[in-house]
């Protein structure tokens, strides 16, 4: 089964039982985990990115899973950089619920540049003073404001703070920065999980509840304590701003875990829509559960495809 793929790709939804897959198909590949979900990269978040903890992660080698401080903006460039750093020699099962990584493994990436909050602050504050933004790119990138309706304030946004940021377009900026896949066609196999949506949403709620009882709010306590900026990757993660409003003393508990629910919910959907658009082509399988999704890695012709 391992010789005759480079690397197994286990996507679906949050909730979904991705990681207790990847440890099985990676015990029965001699292969390694590879995070792919870019809350699971931070180291603070431990609980809440429901990370694999120690023991989970005893019995098979797991990279790339809580290495990144939370005051650090990770991108997928960043991550596809990561994973070139990874020891040879083994198979490696990915699995994650982000999809853009998945397409950046399989597609390969065009990067857009990193950008300075000052400068994206400066520009946001221009927008909601009413200058008209549209204007502002097409005398500065012709071409790229021909490519915006006026009314797609954030691109229109991004494209502007590139400009400033870079002294070129970013469609100039973006010729000399694509990278192309890590793993080319034919030398992976991809299952998408995708469980019963009354069922998710279920162990969703649950785990939520779960996470609460294991020590989640403690975990944004002590992020909340360094003082990070709200528009940090971390500080989005799904549950943080409520439990942080609740410590804040302006939500009861119960709210802040209804609504972090909710949102996890919110993303699973996101998570749905996404994979339909890209991961349902050649050399992904969609699977209800895990035992299905085993038999398809390690013998594709038996999947529904």
């Not at 990269?41 to 023991?55: E, M, N, Q, T």
């Not at 009314?151 to 970013?170: C, K, W, Y």
Request: aromatic share 6%.
């Amino acid at each position: 089964m391992a010789g005759e793929v480079e690397a197994f790709l286990i996507a679906g939804p949050t909730a979904s039982g991705k990681s207790a897959l990847a440890v099985r198909l990676a015990e029965a590949c001699g292969g390694t985990v590879v995070n792919a979900d870019s809350m699971q990269v931070y180291r603070d978040l431990a609980i809440l990115s429901a990370r694999p903890d120690a023991a989970e992660q005893a019995g098979v080698p797991h990279h790339l899973f809580g290495f990144v401080d939370g005051a650090q903006e990770f991108t997928v460039g960043a991550w596809l950089r990561a994973v070139a750093t990874l020891p040879p020699g083994r198979p490696r099962v990915f699995v994650g619920g982000t999809g853009l990584y998945f397409k950046a493994l399989t597609e390969g990436l065009v990067e857009t540049p990193p950008v300075p909050l000052e400068i994206s602050a400066a520009i946001a504050a221009r927008a909601a003073g009413g200058e008209d933004l549209h204007a502002a790119l097409a005398r500065l990138d012709p071409e790229g404001a021909a490519r915006l309706a006026p009314a797609d304030s954030p691109r229109i946004q991004r494209a502007l703070a590139v400009r400033e940021a870079t002294g070129t377009s970013l469609a100039q900026w973006q010729v000399g920065h694509s990278q192309p896949p890590v793993l080319a066609p034919g030398s992976w196999r991809g299952v998408f999980l995708a469980p019963a949506r009354e069922t998710l949403y279920q162990r969703i709620d649950r785990r939520f509840e779960q996470m609460i009882g294991q020590g989640a709010l403690q975990e944004v306590a002590a992020l909340r304590a360094r003082g990070l900026p709200a528009n940090r990757g971390v500080m989005k993660a799904h549950g943080v701003p409520h439990l942080i409003r609740h410590l804040a003393g302006a939500m009861a508990l119960e709210e802040a875990i209804r609504l972090g629910q909710q949102d996890t919910r919110n993303y699973a959907k996101r998570q749905f829509t996404w994979a339909r658009k890209f991961m349902a082509g050649a050399g992904w399988a969609w699977c209800e559960g895990a035992d299905e999704a085993l038999r398809v890695l390690k013998h594709p012709a038996t999947g529904s495809g």
